[in-house]
């Protein structure tokens, strides 16, 4: 919540007395915020009623309810590195690659059509908060991928790609920008997607392990892109 105060978002918020009485700090940073404007109401209610309106089991006695995040093409920065996810439909997967993207740098995180919805709940509650922060792209297609690359290469995730991740091979490619591409949990990226990508890399495995996690794929592959563009010597 108090990432989505910062960004401005805001609009109204809902309260338990127990949690006003047992986070005054963050009660404080409330007021502050509706002194200044942006939000239009603040109202107590029973543990009950707050209980009906979230849609987890256990509410932490505060629910903000913020104006949607995602922006167009047109208005996020067509530099840095980006992460795309084709047909993602895990919203904790899908939240906790937004979170892992803004720490590793990332200037933006695009969903293609028929994605996930990033304000799916559970894929809000996954971002930690980076939801606010990093510029989100919903809907776009690869046509719009590809015209929007700026230069920058298209890197896609594969079993069977040009090099492996954190080899020099594959540092040389992230040393610069990228625009990394990341497909469903469970069949990857389609194969026009891999025809179409300049470089596709593999991440290496031992054991009988056949395949990872959309998130924890995209955290190997996002970290890897941060070590080579700040390491001269990945």
């Avoid at 107590?44 to 167009?72: I, K, P, Y």
């Avoid at 069949?187 to 470089?199: K, N």
């Avoid at 009988?208 to 890897?224: D, K, P, R, V, Y």
Wanted: net charge negative.
């Amino acid at each position: 919540m108090a990432a989505g105060l910062a960004a401005g978002l805001v609009d109204s918020i809902y309260v338990t007395k127990s949690f006003t009485e047992s986070h005054p700090e963050i009660h404080s940073l409330i007021e502050a915020a509706s002194t200044g404007g942006g939000i239009s109401e603040i109202v107590t209610v029973s543990e009950e009623v707050l209980a009906a309106m979230s849609d987890t089991r256990q509410s932490q006695g505060v629910l903000a309810v913020c104006g949607l995040v995602a922006r167009s093409l047109g208005e996020i920065a067509h530099e840095g590195m980006w992460v795309v996810l084709d047909q993602t439909n895990d919203p904790g997967n899908a939240g906790t690659v937004i979170r892992t993207a803004e720490a590793c740098g990332a200037t933006a995180v695009l969903f293609t059509e028929g994605s996930v919805d990033p304000h799916n709940g559970k894929c809000v509650r996954a971002t930690a908060g980076a939801l606010f922060r990093v510029p989100i792209v919903t809907g776009v297609t690869w046509d719009q991928v590809r015209n929007a690359a700026s230069g920058r290469r298209l890197v896609a995730t594969s079993g069977i790609g040009d090099c492996e991740l954190g080899s020099a091979a594959a540092a040389e490619v992230l040393r610069r920008p990228v625009i990394w591409l990341f497909g469903t949990e469970a069949h990857g990226l389609p194969p026009l997607v891999l025809t179409h990508a300049d470089v596709r890399i593999r991440i290496p495995m031992s054991g009988g392990a056949e395949s990872l996690n959309l998130a924890s794929a995209a955290a190997m592959c996002l970290w890897e892109s941060c070590r080579s563009a700040t390491d001269p010597q990945a």
